[in-house]
């Protein structure tokens, strides 16, 4: 072959190549463009946002949460009155009934322990219910009651 033909065929071929691969990225780009034009309603950011959010979202989690309601059930009677009741038994805030005053716990104790049980699981005037504490449960408050009316010197039942 002709060095010269050779050149000629060579610059045709670029030449096709390049607009070929302009042809195409020219099409690209329009079709993008439309289908921007189409597609997308008018964004906030917020679905850009969301979506960026959700890919780098953490594949798992870890958690130091301890479960809860079994801790509360094991605690003893005393554990729950020095915990809660304590802050108004010990010394007669709002006027509730002092631990060890048996004068003021007798008449109280009269009604009968599950009578006692109730009204401090519900409330009663300005005893809130379960001492402010919804996380304990009716045997945490028997026996804290139990250890509150031992500790003024009234026998309650055994638990
Ligand atoms: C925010 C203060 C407060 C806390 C905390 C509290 N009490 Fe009371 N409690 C009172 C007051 C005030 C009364 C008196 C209510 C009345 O008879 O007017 C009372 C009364 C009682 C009574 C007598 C109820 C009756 O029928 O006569 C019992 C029993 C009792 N509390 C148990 C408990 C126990 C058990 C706890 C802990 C779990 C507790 N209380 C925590 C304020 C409190």
């Known amino acids: 072959m002709n060095p010269q033909v050779d050149k000629s065929v ?5 030449t096709l190549v390049a607009a070929l691969v302009l042809l195409a990225v020219v099409l690209f780009m329009a079709a993008a463009l439309v289908g921007v ?11 850009k946002q969301s ?25 003893s009677g005393k554990q729950v009155y020095d915990k809660v009741c304590a ?9 509730a009934p002092k631990t060890g005053d048996k004068a003021q716990w007798e008449p ?33 408050i028997k026996d804290s009651i139990v250890y509150l009316l031992e500790e003024t010197g009234i026998k309650a039942e055994a638990k």
């Open 87 to 95: 802050a108004c038994h010990a010394a007669g805030t709002l006027g």
């Open 10 to 14: 060579i610059t045709t071929t670029v």
């Open 108 to 140: 109280r104790f009269a009604q009968g322990l599950d009578t006692l049980v109730t009204h401090a699981t519900n409330g009663i005037r300005a005893m809130p219910a379960k001492g402010g504490d919804p996380s304990l449960t009716e045997a945490n």
């Open 37 to 47: 034009v189409d597609n997308v309603a008018p964004d906030d950011g917020s679905r």
């Open 51 to 75: 979506a960026v959010l959700e890919r780098i979202k953490p594949v798992a989690r870890v958690s130091f949460e301890q479960p809860k309601p079994v801790v509360a059930v094991q605690l």
